[in-house]
């Protein structure tokens, strides 16, 4: 049986990971960080110890600025595999908490790496890093694809940069398999609420059941390529199942601004959308109503933005036969459809 060792295990990506991973038959050490409420909900339906189909699961305490604790950890297990997905992830954040985001993004892959090498598993561990389409930043190239030359925009892209040049290093220098998966925006039920998908979805969910009056937003014109993270961890999964290690972009080839993501989701709730004013004094209003949907937040916006991101995959897709099953349409039914509910519950409940 094969062993996987998850970092990043209580957030989106991990828990779609997991899944894939018990399906798969592996036995699965899945990092949890101490925290003083549960950070377990994404895993609670998951019962540790052996599953159904003889793959096995175990929370491990830890973090990602602890490498001693890390090397002890790598050492009990002896992963064949390791997905380092943990990471302060918003890079809205980042820019308050720089330096923690360069520890746990930057200084934390190079621990794993260290310790895979200080403990002579080169041969033995596979590693994928959660690399990130914010490395190409102020984009010098449409759409972006494994050779697009990186441009970071934050202190979150910049950590970024140095895990995955340490990542190319180690592979380079000490042969160890290792990976860069530069993933593209994915989003999902699971998203987290400060991001932008998740946070129109559950807001536009709540305004819809009177739970709250508007949504207050960044810059609305910005562009990304948006899929679902139920498919990009089966991208995941098949860079480290190849004969030889190397870095694929993951990402869909669409493009919506934030704006459509607005309109789209409110139109499924049957607001009729349009625009009013502009730059800062610009709302969202719904037309039959006179309500006022969207208002615009400076605070939201970010010192130096990434106004646009759109993935070339075709790498990922020949090479690794890497093919999305769910459109732009599905995903944005599924998130909806799930804050709908969870706004429902939130109303009964109040
Ligand atoms: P997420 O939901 O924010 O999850 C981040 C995970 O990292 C959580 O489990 C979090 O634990 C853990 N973590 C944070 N700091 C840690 C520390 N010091 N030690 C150990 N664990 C720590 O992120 P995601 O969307 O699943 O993304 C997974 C990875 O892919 C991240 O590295 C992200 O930067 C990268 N990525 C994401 C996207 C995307 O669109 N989702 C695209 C490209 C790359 P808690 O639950 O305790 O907070
Ligand atoms: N979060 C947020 N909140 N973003 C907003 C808002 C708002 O109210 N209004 C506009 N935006 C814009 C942001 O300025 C950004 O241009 C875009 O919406 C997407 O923001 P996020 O959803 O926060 O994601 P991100 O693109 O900055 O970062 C995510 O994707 C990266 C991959 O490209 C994160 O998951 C990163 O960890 C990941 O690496």
């Known amino acids: 049986m094969k062993t996987s060792f998850v970092t990043g295990a209580t957030g ?21 960080r101490r925290s003083s409420t549960s950070n377990m909900s994404r895993l609670a339906d998951l019962t540790p110890g052996r599953q159904e189909n003889g793959a096995e699961l175990q929370f491990v305490p830890g973090d ?21 997905l943990a990471a302060q992830s918003d890079v809205r954040e980042s820019f308050n908490v720089p330096e923690l985001t360069g520890n746990v993004d930057g200084l934390g892959t190079l621990r794993l790496l260290e310790g895979i090498r200080r403990l002579g598993l080169e041969k033995k561990t596979r590693f994928y890093q959660a690399s990130t389409s914010e490395l190409f930043g102020d984009v010098r190239e449409k759409p972006q694809r494994e050779t697009t030359p990186f441009a970071p925009r934050s202190p979150y892209a910049i950590a970024k940069l140095y895990a995955y040049w340490t990542t190319v290093n180690y592979r380079e220098a000490y042969g160890i398999f290792a990976c860069n998966g530069i993933l593209f925006n994915h989003e999902s ?3 987290g609420e400060n991001f932008v998908t998740r946070k129109i979805t559950r807001g536009a969910a709540r305004i819809r059941e009177g739970l709250q009056e508007t949504l207050r937003m960044g810059n609305i014109d ?9 498919d990009y961890v089966e991208g995941m999964f098949l860079m480290l199942q190849q004969d030889s290690p190397d870095d694929y972009v993951l990402a869909t080839g669409e493009q919506h601004s934030v704006r459509e993501f607005l309109e789209i989701v409110f139109r499924d709730l049957d607001y009729d959308l349009v625009w009013r004013g502009t730059g800062v004094d610009e709302k969202g209003v719904d ?15 970010r010192p130096t933005e990434v106004n646009y991101l759109c993935g070339d995959s075709s790498k990922a897709r020949e090479k690794l036969g890497w093919r ?14 799930n804050d709908v509910e969870l706004a429902k519950r939130e109303r009964a409940n109040n």
Not at 12 to 32: H, M, N, P, W
Not at 222 to 230: F, I, M, Q, V, Y
Not at 287 to 301: D, Q
Not at 324 to 336: G, I, N, Y
């Open 324 to 337: 999305p099953k769910h459109s732009f349409e599905t995903l944005v039914q599924d998130m909806l459809k």
């Open 64 to 84: 990602l600025t602890d490498g001693a604790g890390l090397i002890g950890i790598l050492e009990t297990y002896e992963p064949d595999e390791i997905f380092n």
């Open 189 to 191: 039920p699971l998203r």
């Open 222 to 230: 910005s562009r990304r390529d948006w899929g679902h993270a139920e």
């Open 12 to 32: 989106q990506d991990g828990s779609y990971l997991i899944r894939k991973l018990l399906s798969e038959g592996r036995r699965v050490c899945a990092l949890v």
């Open 287 to 301: 037309r039959r109503s006179g309500k006022t949907l969207v208002e615009i937040a400076p605070e939201f916006f």
